[in-house]
Nanobody, 124 residues
Framework: QIQLVESGGGLVQAGGSLRLSCAAS????????MGWFRQVPGKEREFVAA????????NYADSVKGRFTIARDNAKKTVYLQMNSLKPEDTAVYYC?????????????????WGQGIQVNVSS
């Protein structure tokens, strides 16, 4: 089992920045990659970004490319999502997820463990 705890959400004005953190614990050695997803009511969970633990390969959704940066600290078993130039449409519950299979997929179904989610609100 892998436990994931997100932090760093909140309210920010459009154009501002936030940094989300995801602390992993438990059988983290079984995790191949980490990802961030987001969801708004009535919509499916949407891929945001992912990173591999071993070599730091990254993958981003087109909607956040150039504005968001995913990073990891292997020693702290923590993954970060730096969000800059935030827009009202970035408002969502953000989820951290761990992927154990070596496939580096954007699909939510490929991720095995999930955090509880954290709210990000961007005001216009």
């Amino acid at each position: 089992q892998i436990q994931l705890v997100e932090s760093g959400g909140g309210l920010v004005q459009a154009g501002g920045s936030l940094r989300l953190s995801c602390a992993a614990s438990g059988r983290t050695f079984s995790s191949y990659a980490m990802g961030w997803f987001r969801q708004v009511p009535g919509k499916e969970r949407e891929f945001v970004a992912a990173i591999t633990w071993s070599n730091g390969n990254t993958n981003y959704a087109d909607s956040v490319k150039g504005r968001f940066t995913i990073a990891r600290d292997n020693a702290k078993k923590t993954v970060y999502l730096q969000m800059n130039s935030l827009k009202p449409e970035d408002t969502a519950v953000y989820y951290c997820a761990a992927q154990t299979r070596v496939i580096f997929s954007r699909s939510a179904s490929a991720f095995d463990y999930w955090g509880q989610g954290i709210q990000v609100n961007v005001s216009s």
